[in-house]
């Protein structure tokens, strides 16, 4: 090398060094001699003076010189690890400040690690405080289960966890940068940004909004911001409350529905005294005459039959509580065949009954077993197209210790999704259907020690088989 070069460059490294003298920090190297000592190879910058350590380290100051033992037990552990090839960062509590330090391993020639060197800086207790509380407030928002987006004060998004992805169906690239007033349309947008102008005032908002996701599905979102959870960053948590909103309009039709229910029971009431007289008035001109004595008795048999139905509506309106009794299935069975004959016809569906004989009177809730069989019934006319046929049979087991019951249609049928739903309250499938049937007679077969079996096969028809023990 030049030699007038080579003193330009001395010259240029002393001053480095020097001037490194002013700065706050301590750069140094480190050798382990023999003994296993630390000891300086390099030192530079001006914190030791602010430690008030009065040695100035020069090559060969060993560690033990500058700092108390237990100190130096704290930095033990990360040296070691440096000597054996690890970058450490150690911060040691010094009361109200303490000191970083970064550790690096040099290696040499044959890649073994002869020198370490180090940066340290002191740093305030608050700001290493602040330093972990981040880190804290971190994990929390990127693990935490709801949905969090944090807003700057133009509603720009700064930062959103994986929740949040997950439930806008975009990724952090579609959303970070972006106005968070998109997912708000119409007036909606106007309305979020008066409202957000409260939350800058200090006001915590709440609200819904509707959101459609990339693949067209449509959610409910509720919404509630506050301002400055963290510098200057203000935290809105997201909840998906599309399935609330759907289970509440459920329950607002399933109670129309039983308004209805009271509502026909009380039309069903008032039909049956007309029906009275006219029975009377028919059976009176029957007597007078024996003109039009086969159209009369016509007449008589089919107001028979709307009194048996409206006695059988008025009966299922009235109670819902148990009442166990000895009761005769068959009968039951041929009620509730009666009263959905009706709807049967007007689909040209036939019920075949197949009824064993002398099946014994089991203790049972007469009235719950014939919503049983009404719900199932209502399902398999339901599945069923124009002109097909439901059937409904029953025998008793081989040791005539259980009653069973098959309710089976050629209809519909469904598919692995819907049988893993079906009995869910509100699962439905049907525009009108209130989802409730088949919970509720899974419950009553439950309350008589029973058990429902379900075999299905999409578009060919479904069986569901009830089994009651008759003691
Ligand atoms: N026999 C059947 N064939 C095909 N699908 C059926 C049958 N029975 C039930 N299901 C399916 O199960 C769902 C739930 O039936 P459930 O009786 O509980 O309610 P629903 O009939 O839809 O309404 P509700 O009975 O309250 O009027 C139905 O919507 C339908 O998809
Ligand atoms: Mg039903």
């Known amino acids: 090398m030049n030699k007038q070069y080579e003193e330009v460059e001395i010259k240029r490294i002393a001053d480095f060094h020097h001037s490194l003298n002013h700065c706050p920090i301590h750069l140094f190297g480190l050798r382990r001699d023999a003994e296993g000592e630390y000891?300086?190879?390099?030192?530079?910058?001006?914190?030791?003076?602010?430690?008030?350590?009065?040695?100035?380290?020069?090559?060969?100051?060993?560690?033990?010189?500058?700092?108390?033992?237990?100190?130096?037990?704290?930095?033990t552990d990360p040296l070691e690890k440096a000597f054996s090839g690890l970058t450490q960062t150690a911060n040691i509590n010094l009361g109200v400040r303490s000191i970083r330090t970064t550790i690096y391993p040099v290696t040499g020639k044959n890649q073994?690690?002869?020198?370490?060197?180090?940066?340290?800086?002191?740093?305030?207790?608050?700001?290493?405080?602040?330093?972990?509380?981040?880190?804290?407030?971190?994990?929390?928002?990127?693990?935490?289960?709801?949905?969090?987006?944090?807003c700057r004060s133009n509603m720009e998004i700064a930062e959103v966890n994986d929740r949040a992805c997950e439930?806008?169906?975009?990724?952090?690239?579609?959303?970070?940068?972006?106005?968070?007033?998109?997912?708000?349309?119409?007036?909606?947008?106007?309305?979020?940004?008066?409202?957000?102008k409260e939350v800058l005032y200090g006001k915590k908002i709440k609200g819904e909004f509707r959101y459609k996701t990339p693949d067209g599905l449509v959610k409910e979102i509720e919404y509630s911001c506050e301002k400055d959870i963290v510098d200057k960053l203000h935290v809105t948590v997201l909840k998906d409350v599309t399935d609330q909103k759907l289970t509440e309009q459920k329950l607002l039709k399933a109670e129309a529905l039983n308004v209805v229910g009271e509502l026909a029971a009380g039309v069903a009431h008032e039909i049956r005294n007309p029906l009275t007289s006219l029975k009377g008035f028919v059976q009176l001109i029957q007597n007078q005459t024996d003109e039009f004595d086969q159209y009369l008795t016509i007449i008589l048999t089919e107001v028979d039959r709307i009194e048996h139905i409206i006695k059988e509506f008025l009966v299922l309106s009235k109670s819902n509580s148990q009442n166990f009794m000895m009761s005769c299935v068959t009968d039951i069975i041929n009620d509730t065949v009666d009263l959905l004959n009706t709807q049967a016809i007007m689909k040209n569906i036939e019920i075949k009954k197949d009824?064993?004989?002398?099946?014994?009177?089991?203790?049972?809730?007469?009235?719950?077993?014939?919503?049983?069989?009404?719900?199932?019934?209502?399902?398999?006319?339901?599945?069923?197209?124009?002109g097909d046929c439901v059937e409904i049979n029953m025998k008793l087991s081989r040791e005539k210790d259980f009653l069973q019951v098959q309710i089976r249609d050629y209809g519909c049928g469904m598919d692995e999704t819907v049988m893993k739903k079906i009995g869910k309250p509100f699962f439905t499938t049907k525009d009108e259907g209130t989802g409730l049937g088949l919970m509720v007679s899974t419950n009553i077969i439950k309350h008589h020690n029973g058990r429902l079996d379900v075999k299905s096969k999409k578009d060919k028809g479904t069986m569901f088989t009830i089994t009651i023990p008759i003691k």
């Open 167 to 196: 439930l806008l169906q975009l990724s952090k690239e579609e959303l970070i940068g972006h106005s968070a007033d998109q997912f708000f349309v119409g007036n909606g947008k106007e309305l979020i940004r008066k409202k957000w």
């Open 355 to 386: 009824l064993e004989d002398h099946i014994p009177l089991i203790f049972c809730d007469p009235l719950q077993l014939k919503q049983v069989f009404i719900n199932f019934l209502k399902n398999a006319i339901e599945a069923s197209a124009v």
């Open 39 to 75: 000891k300086f190879t390099y030192s530079a910058g001006s914190m030791l003076d602010e430690l008030g350590v009065s040695i100035k380290p020069s090559p060969g100051t060993s560690l033990n010189d500058l700092y108390a033992k237990e100190l130096i037990a704290e930095w």
């Open 112 to 150: 073994d690690i002869l020198e370490v060197v180090g940066t340290s800086y002191i740093t305030s207790n608050s700001e290493l405080e602040n330093d972990q509380n981040l880190k804290k407030f971190k994990q929390l928002f990127n693990h935490a289960m709801e949905a969090i987006v944090l």
